[in-house]
Antibody, heavy 115, light 106 residues
Framework: QVQLKESGPGLVQPSQTLSLTCTVS????????VSWVRQPPGKGLEWMGV???????AYNSLLKSRLSISRDISKSQVFLKMNSLQTEDTATYYC?????????WGQGVMVTVSS | DIQMTQSPSFLSASVGDRVTINCKAS??????LNWYQQKLGEAPKLLIY???SLQTGIPSRFSGSGSGTDFTLTISSLQPEDVATYFC????????FGGGTKLELK
């Protein structure tokens, strides 16, 4: 069945770079695109960016200067890197396939930005 | 970027009530609008895709309508298990979420 699972550090120091991995199963990254979405504690959802089936990317304009999304098709993995982290980047980070009815989410990973 | 304005941000209703939640897009998104339900500590769950198509396994009391810039999620008869936060998502151009509606029982 379709699954997505995020992994990465739970704690990142301010000004450092966040690196997260999304491992997918049950579908190919060349058939469905994968987005990253985050949710600060008690707040709403923010779409961060996407890697399309062809490998091109698109980013939320508010995060574009700090964000990079890439993938390894052979490992069925999608990567997120975001630099210059601040306390307001504390959130649960999800990877998800957001495509009409093919809509699947990972369980999310909580990332705290603190010294 | 397309902006999504969701209303109301908070809603209190009784069991059996008809509930409506709205999303307005800053430009035409055709029917590329999904609705999600999120319960505390869980990932969002898809209810409605492409404005009015019910996702498999979702109760028929949930329905969606609209096209262009104005969209509505309706719960025909509110049940206790519907207490949650609801979000819309446009997927016409990149992706944008609405701000969310927290639904509580009166």
């Amino acid at each position: 069945q379709v699954q997505l699972k995020e992994s990465g550090p739970g704690l990142v120091q301010p000004s450092q770079t966040l690196s997260l991995t999304c491992t997918v199963s049950g579908f190919s990254l060349t058939s469905y695109h994968v987005s990253w979405v985050r949710q600060p504690p008690g707040k709403g959802l923010e779409w961060m960016g996407v890697i399309w089936t062809g490998g091109s990317t698109a980013y939320n304009s508010l995060l574009k200067s700090r964000l990079s999304i890439s993938r390894d098709i052979s490992k069925s993995q999608v990567f997120l890197k975001m630099n210059s982290l601040q306390t307001e980047d504390t959130a649960t980070y999800y990877c998800a396939s957001l495509s009409s009815s093919f809509d699947y989410w990972g369980q999310g990973v909580m990332v705290t930005v603190s010294s | 970027d397309i902006q999504m304005t969701q209303s109301p941000s908070f809603l209190s209703a009784s069991v059996g009530d008809r509930v409506t939640i709205n999303c307005k897009a800053s430009q035409n998104i055709n029917r590329y609008l999904n609705w999600y339900q999120q319960k505390l500590g869980e990932a969002p769950k898809l209810l409605i895709y492409n404005a009015n198509s019910l996702q498999t396994g979702i109760p028929s009391r949930f329905s969606g309508s609209g096209s262009g810039t104005d969209f509505t999620l309706t719960i025909s008869s509110l049940q206790p298990e519907d207490v949650a936060t609801y979000f819309c998502l446009q997927h016409n151009s990149w992706r944008t979420f609405g701000g969310g509606t927290k639904l509580e029982l009166k």
